[in-house]
């Protein structure tokens, strides 16, 4: 492959006298000045730079221009053109295809002093052209290696396609079904919080950053962004050291020591600061404690935004605060590359703290390979053959099979037999195309997801018979536009209605648009809306034998489907090949194996309603005999949620046995080795998440009722048992205190092992103190 040099001819004797060494291969040969060759290539090439060029390098701009036309004139983008060309833009966001990314970074690294290239970041959240189920979704599914293959899927097109950055996985705990970017993330527990994070960093990252095939990730957002007040995007987190530490930051720990090459803030303020001018976060936890080496970007405009919260009073004060705290790239804002200049010659900000920040992304782009060949991801045949290929399409219906959850399923409605029934399939998402991508696909095209109606079809040996009952909405929908729901028309309901008397069963897809979850995309209702809800009574009052198809991006308040409804597949928005996976699951080709990655509430008074809450002094499962109004509950509902975390059923059936410990007392560094037998005890072969829950009976803290810390998916054929086996250790027996430090401490606890949080079968063990 062609090896390229864009260094000016003017400073060849600067690299020449501070130790690079310019050949065609374009590799810097440099005194070791620190602790590996790209420490001592950065340093040297830190040397060369100017100011000005360092802060460039600290500085992200969109591209919001056509970059492969003519040079634009005045306004913004010809600022930009020209910070290109001085070497004062280390990054671009949102510009891909690998004509569209050559075109930029042949300005940075063939008109600018020093030709350092340009990291091409972009949101791949679950897969670039070609997409996985919504992240939630995978989630579901538990199975890390077909969550990591998912990443890699979206990292080899992305980086075919000119991109070298992903803005993912956003690794946010959230308890609170109303904020619209749960969609986005793994669900209420930091544990398997944290086993997703690291399995799509390695996923997107592979084993080696400078592979044609792999992007630098980002793990989003630093911190506690997850937990906004009422659910409501952007809002203030008000939470304690306790919750930080023990259930915020958890996943976000397992992403950096998984590798992942970048962290960006959050837009919320944590107790009062806003995270983007958290020293506390970004130096004293991130880059001290965790001696994190990769860099931190901030969110778009997020600087500058702390002068809107009342952190700062100026854009000038934010920049000093955001690079203090140690944010090291200005998405956007256009706030550094504006003050920190200033504020260095002035004495205001200190020149190590510039140099830190450029130090750490200079080595991203030296570990993707970047100085070797700017031009790595700019292959247009590859773009050609890797975007969209049948493999890829292939691995996203694997990933799409194994993120749905069979909710219930009475008298053994599903499977449907693949002969000799007549099927009604009602309501609009069964024929939409588009909804089903999914939020957060900017780079898919629209109309591009296969229907549920399409993917039934396939099955020949069936009448079906396909009404839409009444349209979602009243208008073509848009991803920045608020959506119009019908709210009004039921013209559809009659021609519905008489097909689902005609027929054996009724699947009916109902649930939310694509674009009613992610970004800006909060509820207070988390309802069916439009006019669902009638539609589905309707159905049920002329045919009992409905099964629910779900698809929506968050848990949703179902009780009354709950209730009645003696069939419910929940099948998220699967992404591209989304009817495919529901018609195979709904046949029985696949038989699901998804667990709850999120508790559902039973309606939305609930919330927040998850399975590892505290016991308080007047617990929600009082005592038999106790006052029964003076106790944690509501008056008007069950205080549990209507399917908890990690339910999920099988077209089989599973039982556990024999949950074994090897001994009942053990020392505080000592392996607590627990066994359990599980048998398919029913007519399929399945699949089933065998999880370990555990309970610190009394600490320094108080703990919760249960803790997920360990689980398998486990294959067995009908009639078949195995012996899932765990270890127990001081990784996972102990917790971090107020002031995060993290403690193992002597105690009593239970064991709790089943097919969901809700786990009956249990042992007891205790930790002894290993002075004793």
């Keep these: 492959m062609k090896k390229y040099i864009f260094l000016p001819v003017l400073v060849v004797s600067i690299f020449t006298i501070t130790g690079f060494n310019i050949n065609t291969n374009r590799n810097m040969s440099v005194k070791n000045t620190g602790n ?138 959230s308890r609170d079904p109303r904020w619209g970017r749960v969609m986005e993330g793994g669900g209420e527990d930091p544990f398997l919080g944290s086993k997703i994070a690291m399995a799509r960093v390695q996923g997107f990252q592979g084993d080696d950053l400078s592979k044609i095939n792999t992007i630098a990730a980002t793990a989003k957002h630093f911190a506690a962004y997850g937990f906004a007040e009422a659910g409501r995007e952007y809002n203030k987190v008000d939470i304690g050291t306790a919750t930080l530490y023990n259930i915020v930051l958890p996943p976000f720990k397992a992403a950096k020591e ?6 960006m803030n959050g837009f919320n303020e944590l107790n009062g600061v806003p995270v983007t001018g958290s020293k506390l976060l970004l130096r004293d936890i991130l880059k001290d404690k965790w001696d994190f080496k990769g860099f931190v970007i901030s969110d778009w405009a997020s600087i500058a935004e702390l002068t809107i919260h009342g952190y700062a009073k100026d854009d000038n004060q934010a920049a000093e605060l955001a690079a203090k705290a140690g944010v090291d790239m200005d998405m956007e804002s256009g706030v550094y590359i504006k003050h920190l200049v200033g504020l260095v010659k002035d004495g205001t900000v200190s020149e190590e703290v510039i140099d830190d920040a450029v130090r750490r992304i200079l080595r991203v782009k030296f570990e993707l390979g970047l100085f070797d060949d700017p031009y790595k991801y700019c292959d247009k045949a590859r773009e050609k053959v890797v975007v969209g290929s049948k493999e890829n399409h292939e691995a996203v219906l694997d990933m799409a099979k194994k993120s749905i959850v069979l909710l219930k399923n009475e008298n053994s409605l599903l499977p449907l037999k693949k002969k000799g029934q007549t099927i009604a399939l009602i309501g609009a998402l069964a024929s939409d195309d588009n909804s089903p991508l999914g939020s957060w696909r900017i780079a898919s095209d629209d109309n591009t997801a296969v229907s549920v109606l399409e993917g039934m079809k396939k099955y020949t040996d069936n009448k079906l018979i396909f009404e839409k009952g009444a349209d979602l909405l009243t208008q073509a929908p848009t991803f920045i536009n608020e959506l119009n729901f019908n709210t009004s028309d039921k013209s559809g309901f009659p021609a519905a209605i008489e097909a689902a008397k005609k027929a054996d069963v009724v699947v009916l897809v109902l649930g939310e648009h694509g674009f009613q979850s992610g970004e800006g995309r909060s509820r207070t209702n988390l309802d069916l809306p439009g006019v669902q809800q009638e539609l589905m009574e309707k159905m049920y009052e002329v045919n009992p034998n409905v099964v629910l198809v779900l698809n929506n991006g968050r848990p949703l308040a179902i009780e009354w489907a709950a209730n009645h409804i003696p069939a419910i597949v929940e099948a998220w928005q699967l992404g591209t090949e989304s009817g495919n996976a529901i018609a195979q699951v709904l046949y029985g080709d696949y038989n699901p194996s998804g667990k709850l990655p999120m508790s559902f509430p039973r309606n939305v008074g609930q919330i927040p309603v998850y399975y590892n809450h505290k016991n308080t002094g007047r617990p929600i499962d009082p005592e038999p005999g106790a006052n029964m109004v003076f106790w944690s509950h509501y008056s008007d509902v069950k205080s549990t949620p209507l399917y908890p975390f990690g339910y999920g059923l099988s077209y089989t059936n599973f039982s556990y046995s024999n949950l ?17 037998n599980v048998t398919n005890t029913g007519n399929y072969d399945g699949k089933e998440v065998v999880q370990l829950y555990i309970r610190d009976l009394y600490g320094s803290l108080v703990r919760p009722v249960r803790e997920l810390k360990g689980f398998e998916l486990a294959a067995l054929k009908k009639g078949e048992t195995k012996t899932i086996q765990f270890i127990l250790n001081k990784e996972t027996l102990g917790f971090y205190n107020a002031e995060g430090e993290y403690v193992v401490e002597p105690g009593d606890f239970k064991v709790f092992v089943g097919g969901s949080s809700d786990a009956q079968l249990q042992d007891s063990f205790t930790l002894l103190d290993s002075k004793l």
């Design 36 to 173: 590996d060759t790209i420490t001592a290539k950065v340093d040297s090439l830190l040397q060369l730079m100017t100011l000005e060029e360092k802060v460039g390098q600290m500085n992200q701009y969109n591209g919001s221009w056509d970059v492969t036309g003519p040079t634009p004139k005045g306004g913004d983008a010809e600022t930009k053109m020209e910070h290109l060309r001085k070497g004062w833009v280390g990054s671009m966001l949102t510009v891909r295809g690998a004509k569209e990314v050559r075109a930029v970074q042949k300005i940075a690294v063939e008109e600018s002093r020093l030709g350092i290239p340009l990291i091409i970041g972009f949101d791949v959240i679950h897969g670039y052209k070609t997409l996985s189920p919504i992240p939630l979704a995978e989630s579901a599914s538990w199975d890390m290696e077909a969550i990591k293959r998912s990443a890699e899927v979206g990292a080899a097109e992305a980086s075919a396609s000119g991109i070298n950055w992903t803005f993912a996985p956003m690794v946010d705990v």
């Design 258 to 263: 998984a590798g992942v090459r970048s962290f």
């Design 660 to 676: 074994k410990l090897d001994k009942k007392n053990y020392g505080v560094s000592e392996e607590v080795k627990v066994s359990v």
